[in-house]
């Protein structure tokens, strides 16, 4: 068990250190954040619409898009290099090298997702009075249950001719649950409504979570072998 | 089953399908009283019903199919599950156009989010990921195992989108005028024309699925026989 978590670790710990030292998700996740933040600002009429109300489905879409641009890559890297039949060569089991794979774009996008709610924080005015760790784990399970769709999917991306295109038709239709329930939970907990209300949206997205992973984990095996 | 056999069955199904269907169209427009409260354009719900069945019939195939395929990579189940999702496609698009039409006289608005309907679209969408992802491989036996995974993918989620969009009537009533299967308490006659409409499309995807299959199991025994005389990829399907 510990030398599997190793691996899984291992995995995340090279695509984290790649990042860090290239940079390239991150940027490209980051600057479309502050652009994309930009663009609403001039889309909405706030003299018509309050920033306030729309917030919970600004931030969702934001992520959501945000995710697609980084975790579409998840695979780009080795495939370039052909490090890809490397791996694949190596023991590592396969379903470690998924769970590494999430772990890694799940740290990857937590980053990111903090930045969309400091950017649209700044920039929209939004003022938060619910409870920060209702909101946490709102966010931390939405996220992570989209990670481990989108890391699926990008593999099949790596493994298909019509590559990144092909993922906004297959994750968006599958993406339904994380997006009603944490737009709901979030815009809640932004008007300040009590803890109780969002509990069941907490359960829905830790079940598309822990579902998600398990499949991604036993069907990941089927997209990455050639 | 001999390729005789086959075209018997396919045959004899196709016939009682067709023969079904022309029996519950003049249930429907001569026969069936005119349901009380919503009028005449009830009468779509005896085509629209029995779609929505054999729909899901096939997208509950495709989902054991696919993941036994995995599985057990037994060629006839990719071959079962690629069916299944065409005819589901199929009668999906019917109770997708059906749907808008009573939904114009009955609710006054072609589309609303009711969660049926908005369940019906991300279903479509999902089965139309299924094929561009089995199309979209050089390796046509990749292609298959990627589809399959998409088959199962969208079986699991089926039941959150669900409870995703039931949910969130909830938040909005108003969206709902008229709740689908509920209020109709179904009279002797309007049962039967149901229960012909369920077996005349019963039929018909039962004789199209197995067409379909074995046209399926042609195109694949194609393949081999290019792949074994070194010429070209046959069809993939």
């Keep these: 068990m510990r030398s599997y978590l190793a691996l899984v670790w291992a995995v995340a710990r090279k695509d984290f250190l790649v990042e860090f030292r290239t940079h390239e998700r991150l940027t490209s996740m980051g600057a479309f954040v502050v652009l994309i933040g930009v663009l609403f600002n001039f889309a909405i009429d706030t003299a018509v619409v309050r920033p306030q109300a729309l917030a919970a489905a600004l931030i969702w879409l934001t992520i959501i898009f945000a995710g697609m641009l980084g975790m579409g890559r998840t695979f780009r890297l080795e495939e370039q290099d052909g490090a890809l039949t490397g791996i694949l060569q190596s023991p590592i089991p396969l379903d470690a090298l998924y769970l590494g794979k999430v772990l890694g774009n799940f740290i990857l996008l937590s980053v990111t997702v903090l930045l969309v709610f400091g950017v649209f924080t700044m920039f929209f005015s939004l003022r938060f009075s619910g409870n920060p760790a209702m909101l946490f784990g709102v966010v931390t399970l939405g996220v992570f249950g989209f990670v481990s769709l989108t890391t699926l999917f990008s593999a099949m991306a790596t493994r298909s001719s019509m590559g990144e295109s092909l993922l906004p038709v297959l994750i968006f239709p599958l993406l339904v649950p994380v997006v009603v329930f944490g737009t709901t939970a979030t815009d809640r907990l932004f008007a300040g409504r009590p803890v109780a209300e969002v509990s069941g949206n907490l359960r829905i997205l830790g079940a598309f979570a822990i579902v998600f992973t398990i499949a991604g984990a036993w069907l990941f095996r089927f997209v990455i072998e050639e | ?237």
């Design chain 2, 1 to 237: 089953m001999s390729q005789t056999q086959t075209r018997w069955a396919v045959g004899i199904l196709g016939t009682l399908g067709v023969a079904t269907v022309i029996v519950l169209h003049w249930m429907v427009f001569f026969w069936v009283p005119t349901e009380s409260t919503m009028g005449i354009v009830q009468r779509i719900f005896y085509i629209h019903v029995p779609a929505w069945w054999v729909a899901f019939l096939g997208f509950g195939l495709v989902g054991l199919c696919s993941a036994v395929y995995l599985w057990l990579g037994d060629e006839r189940l990719d071959r079962a599950a690629v069916t299944g999702a065409e005819a589901g496609m199929v009668f999906t698009t019917i109770g997708l156009l059906t749907g808008p039409l009573w939904g114009r006289v009955a609710w006054g608005t072609w589309w609303a989010w009711e969660p049926r309907l908005t369940l019906a679209l991300l279903l479509w969408f999902i089965y139309l990921g299924y094929f561009l992802v089995r199309r979209s491989t050089v390796n046509p036996e990749q292609g298959k195992r990627l589809a399959a995974v998409v088959g199962v993918i969208g079986v699991l989620d089926i039941p959150l989108i669900h409870v995703s969009v039931t949910w969130l009537r909830s938040l909005h009533p108003e969206a709902v005028i008229l709740n689908a299967e509920a209020p109709m308490s179904l009279d002797g006659s309007m049962g039967a024309t149901i229960g012909v409409g369920l077996l005349a499309f019963t039929f018909l995807f039962a004789s199209l699925f197995l067409a379909r299959y074995t046209v399926a199991g042609y195109e694949y025994q194609l393949t081999l026989r290019d792949a074994a005389s070194g010429g070209t990829q046959g069809v993939g399907v």
